[in-house]
């Protein structure tokens, strides 16, 4: 019953932007830490953003990435600003604890999407 769908993926161009979605049914995102993470083929995932008390981001898309929430919608999202070709990934949200906490652990996560590609490329 609990459901999260990604949306907002394709194909976007240096020095644009793009803007991620995360919907959620049979669950409410604004009781729960939400964090996106990014996986590459061959590589392992690894956690981009995350929200709860306050917002926590890795480094490498630190002033570049916004996360934000609508709790009046049930939805998370994840504004990509001045992409980069490395920021090309499957991108999917997670939903876990009331905080952030140990953040960047996928094993601190339930509920997963299935993702949504971004490919940066001119």
């Known amino acids: 019953q609990v459901q999260l769908v990604e949306s907002g993926g394709g194909l976007v161009q240096p020095g644009g932007s793009l803007r991620l979605s995360c919907a959620a049914s049979?669950?409410?995102?604004?009781?729960?830490?939400t964090t996106w993470f990014r996986q590459v083929p061959g590589q392992e995932r690894e956690a981009v953003s995350c929200?709860?008390?306050?917002?926590h981001y890795r480094d490498s898309v630190e002033g570049r990435f916004t996360i934000s929430r609508d709790n009046a919608e049930n939805m998370v999202y994840l504004t990509i600003n001045d992409p980069k070709p490395e920021d090309t990934a499957v991108y999917s949200c997670?939903?876990?604890?009331?905080?952030?906490?140990?953040?960047?652990?996928?094993?601190?996560?339930?509920?997963w999407g299935k993702g949504t590609q971004v490919t940066v490329s001119a």
């Open positions: 997670a939903a876990g604890p009331s905080l952030c906490v140990d953040w960047l652990n996928p094993r601190m996560y339930v509920y």
């Open positions: 929200i709860g008390a306050i917002a």
């Open positions: 049979g669950i409410t995102l604004g009781n729960r830490a």
